[in-house]
């Protein structure tokens, strides 16, 4: 559905930039686990929300396909970039990068392992 590969997008988009594997095959592992994890959120919101929520993304899917010809998550990085910058004019669009992001950054850092030395417990 175009919502979904819109969310998709709008995930990755926030999470490339922060990408730190040694290998390919552990990247693209993490990338499919937010980006489910993200398209998982959405799909749990009730009905009021979820409704508007995915009828906005599909809406800026149907953009991406006209102006780029592709949907937001079949892009090259640098040119998804470039579309999520432009599509931060549009009035409420910034209610669903918050939404997208957090949920992708959270799950990102839930799968990152920490930095050297990190025991991964949490302070109480």
Known sequence: MLWRSTLSGLA???IE??????TAASREAVRA????YVIGAVEGLPPYYRVPVAGFAAWIGLLCL?????????LAP????????LLRRLPFFALLEKLVRSSALIR????VPGPAGASGTRPR
Do not use: I
Request: hydrophobic share 45%.
């Open 66 to 74: 006209v102006t780029r010809g592709r949907s937001l998550a079949d």
């Open 12 to 14: 990755l988009a926030h």
């Open 78 to 85: 640098a040119t998804r970039q470039r579309q999520v910058a």
């Open 17 to 22: 930039t922060l990408d730190s594997f040694a």
């Open 108 to 111: 990102y850092f839930d799968l």
């Open 33 to 36: 686990e937010v980006v489910a």
